[in-house]
């Protein structure tokens, strides 16, 4: 089952009509401030990111979830799973990982979100262990991550960009659902 239910919000796979508003998400500087390079990114890239991660979807069996608001039928943003390819020395490994527009934060959508992946995760998949990877300083994931019952792993360095990660992971066969 690819489409998860909780109280606000659907956790679906990705259609062509949110391309325009992942590309507005895309498109905030205060959204982007801690992923790779910090740069906005533009419509085609934006393409090619839904692309890929749909491509995951089909390849791994999971993947980053369209997260839709119930009440108006708005794309928030994502939350999901994939493989953290750019960081080889946590592989083999699934990491959470979630992005929403600015105009939604601060409503517990990211973290409603993260609490139905992680089931997902476990009961639908079967995998007991996840991980996720910030950059340090982005204290809003981490707020996140703290409240799922993650635990710090490892601190480390980004292999491109030469900044500081955190590592945090958390054993599902002890997660509560
Ligand atoms: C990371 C990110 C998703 C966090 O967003 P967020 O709004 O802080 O997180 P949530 O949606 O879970 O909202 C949490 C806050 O909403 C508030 N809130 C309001 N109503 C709420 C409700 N019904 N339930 C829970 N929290 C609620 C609380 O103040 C809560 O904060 P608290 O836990 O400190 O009390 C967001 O900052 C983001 O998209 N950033 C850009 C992308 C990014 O950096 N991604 C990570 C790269 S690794």
Same mark, same amino acid.
């Given at each position: 089952m690819t489409e998860i239910r909780t109280p606000r919000l659907l956790l679906r796979r990705w259609h062509d009509d949110d391309l325009a508003p992942m590309a507005d998400i895309h498109a905030d500087l205060q959204v982007m401030r801690w992923i790779d390079d910090g740069a906005v990114r533009d419509l085609d890239r934006t393409a090619g990111d839904i692309e890929r991660w749909e491509e995951e979807w089909d390849e791994e069996g999971f993947g980053l979830f369209a997260v839709e608001l119930l009440a108006s039928g708005e794309l928030a943003g994502f939350t999901g799973l994939s493989v953290p390819e750019f960081l080889p020395e946590v592989l083999p490994a699934v990491a959470i990982s979630w992005r929403f527009g600015s105009q939604f934060w601060g409503q517990g959508y990211a973290s409603e979100a993260?609490?139905?992946t992680l089931e997902f995760a $476990?009961?639908? +998949?079967? $995998?007991? +262990?996840?991980i996720s990877i910030n950059r340090v300083g982005d204290d809003a994931s981490e707020n996140i991550i703290r409240k799922l019952g993650m635990v710090?792993? +490892?601190t480390t360095v980004h292999p491109v960009y030469g900044y500081p990660l955190h590592v945090h992971t958390i054993d599902l066969t002890e997660f509560e659902a």
């Open positions: 993260a609490q139905a $476990l009961q639908d +998949r079967g $995998l007991d +262990r996840v710090p792993e +490892r």
